[in-house]
């Protein structure tokens, strides 16, 4: 019995250590974007904390979506509240972006629900670029969100909402993350909503999870003899 409770005072310092280095570190899984739903304001003004794009006659509308021609809406992860459409015609589009302060060396994960209107062919795009003091761009990451419905094209389908996510590691002089998301030139709305920005945890985060479980493991023990 004596070398358990041994073994339990050891985890709850562990825990204390561990619980130190995660908050040095910062708080992991919490979002770095403002307004990540796009629910800010109510109304069809520019998102709050968001910056707009457009180009040859594109759109990047803060709105609720409508149903298109075919009758396919938004299903999947969208929570029916305001999202960004971003659209144009051929050689035009429209985008959305943020920036937040980011550190190198430091792994980040982007995860945003996206779907894409059924109507001609649309493009979108999730993009995490990192920038040092200067805006000077130094990595970047993107991951397509409508690749079922190009190569070979197929027209008036669309994508459902569904969730798509990255993750890439800031490389060295990155003092920025730039989130954005793009129609860059397709005919049509891509859509996105509830986007979040947040940082990988490390392995001490991990540890310290684990070790916390057994030490509260070790607290019932005591409670229940």
């Known amino acids: 019995m004596s070398s358990v409770i041994?073994?339990?005072?050891?985890?709850?310092?562990?825990v204390v250590v561990l619980s130190a280095v995660s908050l040095m570190g910062g708080v992991a899984n919490a979002n770095l974007l403002s307004n990540g739903d796009f629910n800010s304001p109510n109304s069809t003004a520019p998102p709050d904390s968001w910056n707009l794009w457009t180009f040859g006659g594109g759109w990047a509308n803060h709105e609720f979506p409508m149903l298109v021609d075919n009758g396919q809406d938004n299903t999947g992860?969208?929570?029916?509240?305001?999202?960004?459409?971003?659209?144009g015609f051929e050689n035009a589009g429209g985008g959305v972006y943020q920036i937040v302060a980011a550190t190198a060396g430091t792994e980040y994960q982007l995860s945003v629900d996206a779907g894409a209107q059924a109507w001609w062919l649309p493009t979108g795009e999730v993009r995490l670029f990192f920038l040092d003091a200067a805006d000077a761009e130094l990595a970047s990451t993107v991951i397509k969100t409508t690749d079922s419905i190009h190569d070979p094209d197929i027209y008036d389908v669309g994508v459902v909402y569904q969730p798509w996510s990255l993750s890439a590691t800031a490389p060295a002089g990155t003092t920025q993350a730039k989130v954005e998301f793009a129609n860059p030139n397709g005919t049509g709305s891509a859509w996105f909503d509830n986007a979040s920005l947040t940082v990988v945890p490390e392995p001490a985060s991990l540890a310290l999870a684990g070790l916390a479980s057994v030490a509260l493991l070790c607290g019932s023990r005591r409670r229940d003899r």
Request: glycine share 10%; proline share 0%; net charge positive.
């Open 6 to 14: 041994f073994v339990c005072k050891q985890l709850k310092k562990m």
């Open 77 to 87: 992860n969208y929570d029916g509240s305001y999202q960004m459409s971003l659209g």
